[in-house]
C-alpha cells in the first residue's frame, strides 16, 4: 500500500483473515480485506495479458532475467495495455517450473553470493518499490488500437497447439520432452495481439481440418 498498490490477489491462502495477519498488515489492512482470493493460478491471472515471475534458482531451460528495475519498467508499460500481474511463490519453494510457464518475464533480485536468500516479504517490497519510482517517474502513453491477449485466451491456444502436433504426429504424448515448455516461453515472450491470435488459431483450425480431409480420402 505504501508504494501505491492494492490488488492483492492470493492462490489458496491459509487464514489470511486472521487476528496475527490483520495485526501485521496495520494500516493496510483494508488491502488485505479487499484481496481476491483465488482456488488456482489459472483463475488469479485469467485475465491478465502479462505475467512476471520472481525466483531465485537457476532454471534447466534457461531464461533472460530482468533485475528489479528492469522488471518495473517493463510491467508499467505493459499495464498501459491491459492488467498485468507480478506472481511470487511460496516462502519456502518460489514458483515451480510449472508456475513460470505461465510468465512472459523473469524477475530476480541481485543480492550477496554469501547470503543470496530473500525472504517473500523482501522480495515483494522491493519489487513495489521499483514499480512505484517508474511510474512516478514516467508518464503516460497511448494504449493500441489492438488489446492484448489474456492468460486465459493463451491457455486455450496452448491446448489447442498440443492438439494439432499430436494430430500431425510433431509431439509424442508418451514423450513429450520439453517441448511444450519452450513453446510456452517463445510465444509468451512474442506477445500476440488479439488479431494474431485469432491468425494463429486460424492456421491452427486449417490444419486439422486439411489433416482430417486428408484421413477420409484414404479410407
Not at 76 to 84: I, Y
Not at 99 to 114: A, K, M, N
Request: charged share 25%; aromatic share 6%; net charge neutral.
Amino acid at each position: 500500500k505504501n508504494m501505491g498498490l492494492g490488488q492483492l490477489y492470493l492462490v489458496s491462502p491459509a487464514d489470511y483473515r486472521s487476528a496475527e495477519a490483520t495485526a501485521r498488515a496495520a494500516d493496510a489492512a483494508d488491502v488485505l480485506s479487499h484481496a481476491t482470493v483465488c482456488a488456482t493460478l489459472d483463475e488469479a491471472i485469467a485475465n491478465c495479458h502479462f505475467v512476471v515471475g520472481t525466483t531465485a534458482r537457476n532454471r534447466r531451460i534457461e531464461w533472460p532475467m530482468l533485475d528489479p528495475r528492469e522488471g518495473a519498467a517493463t510491467l508499467v508499460e505493459q499495464a498501459r495495455r491491459g492488467s498485468v500481474a507480478v506472481l511470487f511463490g511460496q516462502e519456502r519453494s518460489g514458483l515451480t517450473n510449472e508456475e513460470l510457464d505461465r510468465c512472459h518475464r523473469v524477475l530476480y533480485i541481485p543480492s550477496s553470493p554469501d547470503y543470496p536468500a530473500l525472504n517473500l516479504v523482501c522480495a515483494v517490497q522491493v519489487v513495489a518499490y521499483e514499480i512505484y519510482q517508474v511510474a512516478f517517474e514516467q508518464g503516460q502513453t497511448a494504449i493500441p488500437a489492438e488489446p492484448p491477449v489474456t492468460d486465459s485466451d493463451m491457455s486455450h491456444f496452448y491446448r489447442h497447439l498440443e492438439e494439432v502436433l499430436m494430430e500431425i504426429n510433431f509431439l509424442d504424448p508418451k514423450n513429450p520432452r520439453l517441448l511444450q515448455r519452450r513453446l510456452r516461453r517463445l510465444f509468451n515472450r512474442a506477445q500476440p495481439d488479439q488479431n494474431e491470435m485469432n491468425i494463429l488459431r486460424g492456421v491452427l483450425k486449417q490444419v486439422q481440418v486439411t489433416i482430417r480431409k486428408l484421413r477420409e480420402d484414404r479410407g
